[in-house]
């Protein structure tokens, strides 16, 4: 059987949501990986340290995603990436994405970044409230749970 693993992309996870991640795979008896790069100052067994070039965390974190593997991450282009290797990608805010909704995502995303480069603005991400970390946390949960049960 296969070891059971969250992966997470750390250069944008909130300290809160990798803290979460720790704690539930320590109770779950999985394996949480963490992926940054060079600028980052993350430490511990598992984390991978990658250089500072673009995409370069989102690349080694796809390439060492299997089916099964639970990745936290806010880039949209790469949950599209391991949904295609069927492991499951949720935000550290706690959306869980679905295959039937991922090209809406993907599509508004591109939007927004046209909008920008149009010379537009759009809203950042709001502050991080305890309602996020508990949606978080009951989203990996059930993430955690539903692979359980496969």
């Known amino acids: ?54 995409q370069a965390v989102d690349m080694k974190l796809a390439n060492e995603t299997r089916a099964g593997d639970i990745v936290v991450t806010q880039d949209i282009g790469l949950a599209a990436l391991v949904m295609g290797k069927k492991a499951l990608p949720l935000t550290p805010h706690g959306l869980i994405f679905d295959p039937e909704r991922i090209a809406f995502h993907l599509e508004e995303r591109n939007e927004k970044a046209r909008f920008r480069r149009g010379g537009g603005r759009t809203r950042g991400p709001h502050a991080r409230t305890r309602e996020d970390d508990q949606r978080f946390a009951a989203s990996l949960r059930e993430l955690m749970d539903r692979e359980i049960s496969l």
């Open 1 to 54: 059987m296969l070891e059971r693993r969250i992966l997470i992309d750390a250069d944008a996870c909130p300290r809160q949501a990798l803290a979460i991640a720790q704690s539930l795979s320590e109770e779950k008896s999985w394996r949480c990986l963490t992926f940054a790069s060079l600028n980052h100052q993350l430490q511990g067994d598992n984390h991978i340290v990658v250089d500072a070039g673009p």
